[in-house]
């Protein structure tokens, strides 16, 4: 089955413990991303990656890094998560930047 | 500052009635533009794509339009159902990025 799958769903952790968020996708996508989305703000792009070795900023990048050593696999990691980085995070994937997108199931991070 | 505004920001509406819901955008120049219906708790999924060029696209009971002169879009659903109930995105391309809406919340009720 062609998906977009993130690990883990849920996470509660502490400030300043790192910490990385999975993604993967089997639909040999060139294009990912990382989303977060809070309420009253909608979602907002964090990183993306136009393919393998090749990644820029988004919206909001401040805090957050990725790597894409692999076409299918785009983690997210979170140096020293802050509480304000507690939020519903969203990975997607799609052939390029100019077709449809593919969500993940998210993971809703708290950081306290 | 490209922005994306969404109305209105919530609807209710009765089972079996139309709705329409609106997307203004000051991205500029943009690709394209989409709509993504999200259910609470689950990740968007893509309703509509369409370029600058197009000024409709329908997907079954959603019809989206574009005026790319007034930078507005418009996503019509007919016939509503009750699996209908959720958000709706507008997000517009402006390659390589996208720019989010922050949503219409749609509920239908029987």
């Known amino acids: 089955e062609a998906q977009v799958t993130q690990n883990p769903r849920y996470l509660i952790t502490v400030t300043g413990k790192k910490l990385t968020v999975t993604c993967s996708q089997n639909?040999?996508?060139?294009?990912m991303s990382w989303y977060r989305q809070d309420p009253g703000l909608g979602l907002r792009q964090i990183y993306y990656s136009m393919n393998v070795e090749v990644t820029d900023k988004g919206d909001v990048p401040e805090g957050y890094k990725v790597s894409r050593k692999e076409k299918r696999n785009f983690p997210l990691i979170l140096e020293s998560p802050s509480p304000n980085q507690t939020s519903l995070y969203f990975c997607?994937?799609?052939?390029?930047?100019?077709?449809?997108?593919?969500f993940g199931p998210g993971t809703r991070l708290t950081v306290t | 500052k490209n922005q994306v505004e969404q109305s209105p920001q919530s609807l209710i509406i009765l089972e079996g009635k139309n709705c329409t819901l609106q997307c203004n955008y000051t991205v500029s120049p943009f690709s394209n533009l989409r709509w993504y219906k999200q259910d609470t708790g689950r990740g968007p999924v893509s309703l509509t794509i369409m370029t600058f060029s197009e000024n409709t696209k329908s997907n079954g009971r959603y019809t989206a339009t574009l005026d790319a002169d007034t930078k507005q879009s418009s996503l019509h659903i007919t016939a509503s159902q009750l699996s209908d109930s959720a958000s709706y995105i507008c997000?517009?391309?402006?390659?390589?990025?996208?720019?989010f809406g922050t949503g219409t919340s749609l509920t239908v009720i029987p």
């Open positions: 997607a994937s799609s052939f390029t930047d100019h077709y449809e997108q593919y």
């Open positions: 997000v517009v391309t402006l390659r390589p990025q996208f720019y």
């Open positions: 639909m040999n996508h060139e294009y």
